[in-house]
């Protein structure tokens, strides 16, 4: 984007706080790179006015919105249509504009999707371990089962939390992949294979950079590979510890990127070529060393 015009397009962030997102960086360099004439901008939305921000968005022609924490359930009433998966987790992040109302999807979880396949993880047919009870570990298990997973122990210090995403999940997908466990409760996952575990705690995020919500090595001996969607620090606690065990381990930068890659892809009709998305990815390492996060 070279000059604001009477064309430029307009996309943006709401949510609460707002302040700290790296996703400017990510859609003003996708339009720079594209040539695209659009602006990218957040949006501080006090509580209770998520459904005028979005029909004042739609009023303005704007092309797309992200939507952060806490918005991410609140906004389903306020569109016309939501893409399945996203329905079916209960949270959109990312509104695409279409004749008479936004449509939401959930470009968190095609994003994670999509950053795992980048790295050869696969969910299909796979048994995985998820931990935490929050509202990324519930999309990280709906996710898990959408795709067929074989099984997801589902682990978190507050079981109940655990249950309750367990048996909805179940539910919703049709299946009994989902199995939930106090996280102390680690030691009856049977040890005599291999899993994948996706760390959907706060645990170990910065500055707790020494904090992992396990640290019991002899539940790492049984990870092949360890992904933290926590991406301050670069390496977690958690990712040392599945590394000192053997095992691959990765932290949630690239989802975050390819979140963003596919909603920039749903608002402006493109794919974003692999090189783009690394010089994206380039730019959002630079702001994590800069401290600009
Ligand atoms: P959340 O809803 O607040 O959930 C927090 C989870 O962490 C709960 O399961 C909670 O357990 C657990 N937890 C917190 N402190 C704990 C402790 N001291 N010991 C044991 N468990 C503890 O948070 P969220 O929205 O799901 O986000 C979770 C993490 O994912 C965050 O660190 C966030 O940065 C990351 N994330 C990354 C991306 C990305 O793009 N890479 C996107 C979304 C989220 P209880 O239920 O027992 O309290």
Same mark, same amino acid.
């Given at each position: 984007m070279k000059q604001i015009d009477g064309h430029t397009r307009l996309c943006g962030l709401i949510g609460n *706080?707002?302040? +700290? /997102?790296?996703s400017p960086a990510i859609h003003n360099t996708l339009a720079r790179i594209n040539g695209h004439n659009l602006v990218y901008v957040p949006f501080h939305v006090e509580t209770g006015q998520v459904r005028k921000a979005v029909e004042g968005a739609y009023a303005l022609n704007i092309l797309g919105l992200n939507v952060t924490v806490p918005y991410k359930g609140e906004v389903i009433g306020c569109l016309k249509e939501t893409d399945e998966m996203a329905g079916k987790i209960g949270a959109v992040n990312t509104l695409v504009r279409t004749e008479g109302g936004y449509k939401g999807y959930n470009t968190d979880m095609m994003g994670l999707y999509r950053a795992m396949g980048s790295e050869g &993880?696969?969910? %299909? $047919?796979e048994e995985i371990i998820v931990l935490g009870a929050g509202g990324a570990a519930r999309a990280v298990t709906f996710l898990c089962a959408w795709k067929k997973a074989a099984k997801v122990y589902l682990l978190n210090r507050t079981l109940e939390k655990a249950e309750k995403i367990a048996e909805e999940v179940n539910r919703a997908c049709g299946t009994a992949c989902v199995e939930p466990m106090r /996280? #102390? $409760? +680690?030691?009856? &996952? *049977? @040890?005599d294979r291999q899993y994948l575990a996706i760390q959907a705690t706060s645990v170990g995020l910065y500055p707790k950079v020494? #904090?992992?919500v396990i640290q019991d090595m002899a539940f790492y001996e049984k990870i092949h590979t360890g992904y933290d969607? &926590?991406?301050? *620090? @670069? %390496? /977690?606690k958690f990712m040392r510890l599945t590394r000192q065990a053997g095992g691959r381990a990765f932290h949630g930068l690239k989802m975050l990127l390819y979140q963003g890659v596919i909603a920039y892809e749903l608002w402006n009709g493109i794919t974003v070529t692999e090189d783009d998305a690394l010089t994206v990815y380039g730019k959002l390492r630079e702001g994590m060393e800069a401290g600009h996060n």
């Open positions: *706080p707002v302040e +700290h /997102t790296m &993880i696969r969910l %299909e $047919g /996280t #102390d $409760g +680690h030691g009856k &996952i *049977p @040890a020494e #904090d992992a969607l &926590i991406y301050k *620090p @670069a %390496e /977690t």
